[in-house]
Structure formats: C-alpha cells, structure tokens
C-alpha cells in the first residue's frame, strides 16, 4: 500500500484486503463499537452510531463496488506523499495492537479510512458525525469542516493528519447551515447592489 503510486492500484490493494472481510465481520466491528459507547449519552450515541455504521458499512460496500464494477481501473491520479506516510502508521499500529489484542478490526478500520481518504478525498469520519458539545463533520462550498481537526497534534495513530477536512474557523453546529446560507445570500444581494450598472 506504501508503495501502490496510484489511485486505482492502492483501490486494488485495498479491495482485495477489505475483501477477507464478510458482513459478519462488519457486524462485529460494529456491535465492538456500540459496546464502546454504551456509557455515552444517550442523545450524543444516537447520533454517533448512524455515521459509525456509515463508516464501516457504508465504505465497505463503496470500495468493493469500486473494485467490482471495475471502475476503480479509471481512476488516474497518483497518490499523495501523505499516503506512504499514512500506511506506515497503520503498520505500526497494527502491530502495537497485535502485541495484546487482535488487531483485525483495527487494520479494516485504516483500509476503509485510507479508502475514503485517499481514493474518495472525503473525511474518515462523514459529513454529520457528531463530536461532544453538538459540533459536526460538515460540507460548505466543497469544503469538508471539521471542529477537531487542529486538536489531534500528539495523539498516537490519529487519522486526522491525514484527512482532507480542515479545521473549521467557527462552529459547526448543525444549525450552523442554515445561517451560512443566509450570510451568503446577504453577501450577495449586498455585491449586486454595489456592483450593478444598469
């Protein structure tokens, strides 16, 4: 994967790895998810787990329909130097984890990430996942926003340096939308009237 070069070999790569694991599989990383936030708040994980299942159920299904329909072949572009950098640090997670722990679902976790990533140019964590406090993963004028991204510097194997979101200049709540629209539409009805000659 460190070396794959391009967008449709490291789309071969990935599938043929994410491939060895069945819907069963996605079941139990996923039910391993629920279990972890079981002591969360009720409203926050009712938000969070929908894009959790997005993110492994979703991503999974996108890849392999990728691969399978052949259309990963057109993809032409080349990776960026952070993709070896990337898949280095999956390698050293991956075998941290194995040290205690079976790290099977913790390596899907990096393919699926490393797919949307870098083959999809989307955050790991979709658009309209929740982070505590209300924020979210959002979308402006084909931005991708994200409240956290700046706050991962230090922390081990973190996905965020990775991710093509950037960190949001202020909030992102979700009714935050709404009120980008309007300043927009403000912003132009205000150019208009200043630059109209007729």
């Not at 299904?61 to 960026?80: I, K, M």
Request: glycine share 8%.
């Amino acid at each position: 994967m460190e070396e794959a070069g391009t967008q449709s070999r490291l789309a071969e790569i990935l599938a043929d790895e994410a491939g060895r694991f069945d819907l069963h599989d996605l079941e139990r990383m996923y039910a391993g998810f629920v279990d972890k936030t079981r002591n969360l708040p009720e409203n926050y994980r009712d938000l969070l787990l929908p894009k959790i299942k997005e993110q492994i159920f979703t991503a999974h299904h996108r890849l392999l329909l990728l691969a399978r329909s052949g259309d990963g072949d057109e993809l032409a572009g080349t990776l960026s130097p952070d993709s070896s950098a990337y898949f280095r640090m999956v390698a050293s997670a991956v075998i941290e984890k194995a040290r205690t722990k079976d790290p099977s679902f913790l390596y899907l976790k990096y393919l699926l990430a490393g797919f949307t990533i870098f083959i999809l140019g989307e955050p790991a964590h979709p658009v309209g996942t929740p982070f505590p406090g209300g924020q979210i993963v959002d979308k402006w004028e084909g931005i991708y926003l994200c409240p956290a991204r700046d706050y991962a510097e230090g922390v081990r194997f973190a996905l965020c340096p990775f991710c093509p979101a950037v960190q949001a200049t202020e909030p992102t709540y979700p009714e935050m939308r709404r009120e980008r629209k309007r300043r927009r539409k403000h912003e132009s009805l205000n150019n208009y009237w200043t630059n109209y000659k007729g």
